[in-house]
């Protein structure tokens, strides 16, 4: 009876579980992905007709593209921890024999699968509002990938420590904006002089992407330390 | 329990082997919530493989004490050990090894009742589950309803489906809380093969029932109002007059 303690789950596995889980309640209610594209779609519409513009470049560009992205990403954060709020999940994670911050990893990964979709839809229907040429398109993926692992992470954290507030919907805004400053200014840092009229240039685009690969492992590095302690009651 | 007195020795399913170790051991268990106490100075010793009911009226501190039991509450102040782990610096010794029936049945709505119990046998690292998911619904009654999502089952079938991720794992404890609730005549009686009495499994159920459960316990902790430490214990025949009398006069 007072035997060993039972063999961990593997770390794969438990990763695996949690992140199909999600990614299936999503498919099967789509109560965020919907949401997300929809926002960033109509506020690109309402920046075509308030900027009075029909191209936009460089900086304004990358603003316009970056914004809009965060804030439909904010609302996918809003929503991620709330089954395991209301339905359990905390519970039926706490009493597994699984290394906690797998919680936190497939949180963050079913976020960059909301993003990258997010991304398919709506990266499209800014480049057909805003830009002469799609060739910036390109070479913004690395940009688009790095910058959504650190969001999803940082959400991740956030929205983790947010979702038992009843201010939910209040705090994730008012706690990530701040966090994720740095990693919109190099992201537009970086899409900046691929948005170019004349066609993508490659400006210090190494030194950006150098700079969003170190907010991320900044990122991964706190949320493994910190995640385990967040699920204390 | 500090102000508790011991009726009589446990006897009966080998239960008290003096060799067989203490499945719980708590010491002065405190746990407040603010300045509020919810439980204060439970004293406790649960020998492996017995049943414990406990009883109070609402507030007492049944769920907070079976919710640290779970690892999932600190208590403030005291001690508590639980198969042989201290609580709270050794609970990763216990995840895998509890199982634990709630207020919430933990689980997820949008998800089919099979498709919760996978996702349990994911996370409790269960090699092939659907053999044992099969038998487990089979166990409650819930064969024929396990692909209807959690959200459109009743309440009754969302507890039934609860027992089977409890036991799913084939803990060494089981942590009952209220286990009855929700369920019919035909449910009560299948949960209580599910998660009845069983040998070298420990067993604590909470419960508002005394009648129905103390025949199958050990032991018994009645707890008193507002946190106050917990009035009697009653090891032995929980069937008797006596124990009926110490239960009833605190649960009523």
Redesign the interface.
Known sequence: ??????????WR??F???LT?DL??EL??LRSLPAMALFAVTTYVIFRYALDRTTLSGSLAAGVLWATLLFAAVLGINRLFV?ERD???F????????DRTVLLAAKAAALIAYLLILELVAVPIFALFFLEDAAGLAPLVPVLLLADLGLAVTGALISSMAVNSRARDLLVPLLLLPLVVPLMIAATAASEPLLEAGGPAYDRFGLWLGVLGLYDLVFLLVGYAVFDFLL?? | MSQGKQKRAPTGSGRDNPGMPNAIELRGLRRDFGHRPALRGVDLTVPAGASLAVLGPNGSGKTTLLRILATLLRPSSGEATVLGAPLPAGSWRLRGRVGYLGHEPLLYRDLTGRENLRFHAELHGIPAPEERIQEALEAVGMEARAESRAGELSAGMRQRLAICRCVLHRPDLLLLDEPDSHLDSEGRELASRVIGPDEGRTRVVVTHDPERVLPACDLVLVLGPDGAPASAEVAGDLASDEARRAAAGVVA
Not at chain 1, 1 to 10: E, S
């Open positions: 009876m007072n035997g060993a303690a039972r063999a961990a789950t593997p596995t438990a695996g579980a949690i889980k299936r309640m099967r209610t089954a339905e359990g999940g519970d039926a994670i706490r009493l597994a024999p699984i204390e009651d």
